[in-house]
């Protein structure tokens, strides 16, 4: 698996893997703890949390043009770990919201998610480029997708442990305060401390038969004793996962020094810029405009089925966030531990996927990227497919409708772990695909003097898919949650048809 790999590319990978578990903290409780922090609606979470998302890799185009222009890709890199590193900082300090303070808070938590986004910008986007630029070296060109492989595996290590913090934190500092864990009861507390206290009766007997379940059995049933009792339950709830963005700082400052100490063994762009001072004739200059633009017409294609991927894939971050705390038994595993199956399966998978890889190119029948890509898309429709069949088959309402049910009648309809098992699955194939591989493809596709620009280009369509995700819970809430689950399915579908339709155009192009 490391054969024949560059010696920077575990050092460049170390440095992504602790950044990327610092954010991987953050990002499996984001829509959950904006609702149970502010008592925002699902829909105004998850739109701010793809806003977010969406700045990340809007951000990476800036990040990119900084370092193509400075030819600094290693001083940008650093100043974003700084960046992000405030951006936690900011997040980590626990202060009740209440309606008074309600309003500058959110505006400092945006604030801070945007330090995030900025810093990420200037940090993701370059270290790939960094490492396609390994790559380079014709020693190590045909080992390019594995080697992004051998990358996305770092990456995902992180992000296989991260979700576990946030939880563990949260039960921890709930247990120290004589609470218990309810994925339910904050958006309870809000409704019951708002103004309106709009309950109905249905809502009001849930609401008594989960205060015992938390810890609050000898709460006096009066408006006052119940509101202290709510009050303090957020409180608490929300400090345990502040608490959890401490260990993103101290992710943030590890990769900081791995980079620094690390930086002299990786590429330096503009040192080499200086040595490679070549005259062409005008014949050979106009051929080389006329590649690039056949090559920047390639990565745009993929780039548009990009987009139609990470808005699909992405939806773990909300609909799927969603549907495991409300359909699914989270009463041993909280809802966010869930996202850690997709980093799990990325990490035993890879192994294989890059094994039957190599064997079908010992064979000469070497799949390439494009194809690659298109097959992926179909994969992410298979997990669509399954979770709108077993959805019609359990009958499931939307969202908004379940929750109102009866909590008997709910917990009958709960479905086992092994649904989102079965999900993460599929998804994480799809995922092995088109992810490394595309960021392979940018690597090898891209002019030489706009390798961080194209990266963040490609990280730029996964800002726009980002910026579609508010659909899926809106969806969610709206209709029977089949709906939702077709939708998506409909979405990557069609992605796979138009990208097969392209495949021969894309390999004649970029010989990929």
Not at 47 to 75: C, E, H, M, P, W
Not at 297 to 309: D, E, Q, R, S, T
């Amino acid at each position: 698996m490391f054969k024949n790999q560059p010696k920077g590319l575990i050092p460049a990978a170390l440095s992504n893997m602790g950044e990327r578990f610092g954010y991987y903290i953050m990002n499996a409780v984001l829509v959950l703890f904006l609702c149970s922090k502010f008592g925002l609606s699902e829909e105004t979470s998850t739109l701010i949390y793809s806003f977010f998302y969406a700045g990340i890799y809007v951000l990476s185009l800036v990040g990119g043009l900084i370092a193509d222009k400075t030819q600094n890709y290693k001083r940008t890199i650093i100043q974003g770990l700084m960046v992000m590193t405030i951006g936690y900082v900011v997040l980590a300090v626990p202060i009740l919201s209440t309606p008074e303070n309600k309003t500058w808070l959110l505006t400092l938590t945006c604030a801070a998610l945007f330090l995030i986004a900025f810093g990420n910008g200037l940090f993701k986007g370059n270290l790939q480029a960094i490492v396609g630029q390994l790559y380079d070296n014709p020693k190590y060109a045909s080992q390019r997708d594995s080697g992004f492989q051998i990358f996305y595996v770092f990456i995902n290590i992180g992000g296989l442990i991260a979700p576990f913090i946030a939880p563990m934190l949260r039960s921890w500092w709930l247990d120290v305060n004589g609470m218990v864990y309810n994925g339910n009861f904050p958006a309870m507390c809000h409704e019951f401390l708002s103004v309106t206290d709009s309950m109905n009766m249905e809502n009001i007997n849930n609401f008594y038969a989960l205060l015992t379940e938390v810890g609050g059995a000898n709460v006096a049933h009066t408006r006052e004793a119940l509101s202290a009792f709510c009050t303090e339950y957020l409180n608490v709830f929300n400090t345990g996962v502040h608490y959890s963005f401490i260990a993103s700082v101290g992710a943030m400052l590890i990769s900081l020094v791995i980079f620094i100490c690390t930086k002299k063994g990786l590429p330096n762009p503009s040192a080499k810029a200086k040595t490679e001072t070549v005259n062409y004739t005008p014949e050979e200059k106009a051929a080389m405009a006329k590649e690039i633009k056949q090559r920047l017409y390639a990565l745009f294609a993929v780039l548009g089925i990009a987009i139609f991927f990470w808005f699909s894939f992405h939806q773990n971050g909300t609909s799927m966030s969603l549907f495991a705390r409300d359909f699914c038994d989270t009463s041993a595993i909280p809802p966010e531990i869930w996202q850690a199956v997709n980093p799990f399966f990325v990490i035993f998978l890879t192994p294989i996927i890059m094994t039957i890889f190599g064997a079908l190119s010992k064979r000469g029948k070497e799949i390439s990227t494009p194809r690659k890509i298109a097959l992926g898309m179909g994969i992410a429709g298979l997990a669509y497919l399954f979770m709108m069949l077993f959805s019609l088959y359990m009958n499931y309402p939307s969202g908004e409708g379940f929750k109102s049910m009866a909590i008997d009648v709910r917990n009958t309809m709960l479905a086992g772990p092994w649904v989102l098992i079965i999900y993460y699955f599929f998804m994480t194939v799809a995922e092995l695909f088109i992810s490394p591989l595309g960021l392979s493809f940018v690597s090898k596709v891209a002019p030489k003097h706009m390798q961080g620009l194209c990266q963040g280009l490609w990280l730029g369509a996964t800002a726009v898919g980002n910026l579609l995700l508010w659909i899926g819970p809106l969806i969610y809430n709206a209709a029977p949650i089949w709906v939702a689950w077709a939708v998506f399915l409909g979405v990557c579908l069609i992605s796979m048809l138009i990208m097969l339709g392209m495949v021969k155009w894309l390999e004649r192009v970029t010989g990929a």
